[in-house]
């Protein structure tokens, strides 16, 4: 046998081989592949979500995303496909949630307690959105700036605390006041007695 046919027939077997496994990888695919109904869900903002992401009741997935849309009132329309053994009660809520340390977005629904459930190519519009970071950032850069505002006028001497910081004399005079409500309430306590409140000259 020449070494030409010895290496045709190498490759012949070789094809033979690929092509039965990729036949057993396709049947166990298959297999594994579970039914499914679509139905979709309108959210105001996806934040990342992207299409093949999971969707979860209590952390077991139970369907995956499929295609993403927009709205003709700007929202986004996420097309999913829920497992057919997974019936979803009409009040599901349905929000966003984030995965590990890359943040990888996926839907996590929270069954409702209603008697009807959502039917195939139903419509899911119980959802909630939790803030973005960078909506988090500005809210926290909003109140730094405000904080830096009241540190300012502290030390110009403006507003209610800013005055009683600068001003000795209105210190010394509420000082004052709290030691001397502090005395009567002490004299109360000790003599419980409203007589020597009103007898005291000091008082």
Known sequence: MSTELKVG????FIIIIFIVLSMKIGEINTNN?????????????????????????????????KDISLNGDYSAVVHTAIYKDVKLPVDTI???????????????LAPGKASEFIPKDGVLTNVEVPLSLDVLITQLGDIAQGLDAVVTDVRAGQG??????TDDELYTSLVDTINNLKTVTDKLNSNNSLTLLMSDDQL
């Open 94 to 108: 349905a929000s966003l949630g984030t995965k590990g340390v890359v943040g990888d977005r996926f839907i996590s």
């Open 9 to 12: 027939v190498f490759v012949f």
């Open 33 to 65: 592949r579970k039914d499914t109904y679509p139905i979709s869900m309108i959210f105001p903002n996806i934040e990342g979500l992207k299409v093949g992401a999971p969707i979860e009741v209590a952390g077991i997935k139970v369907g995956s995303v």
């Open 160 to 165: 209610t605390v800013g005055k009683l910081v």
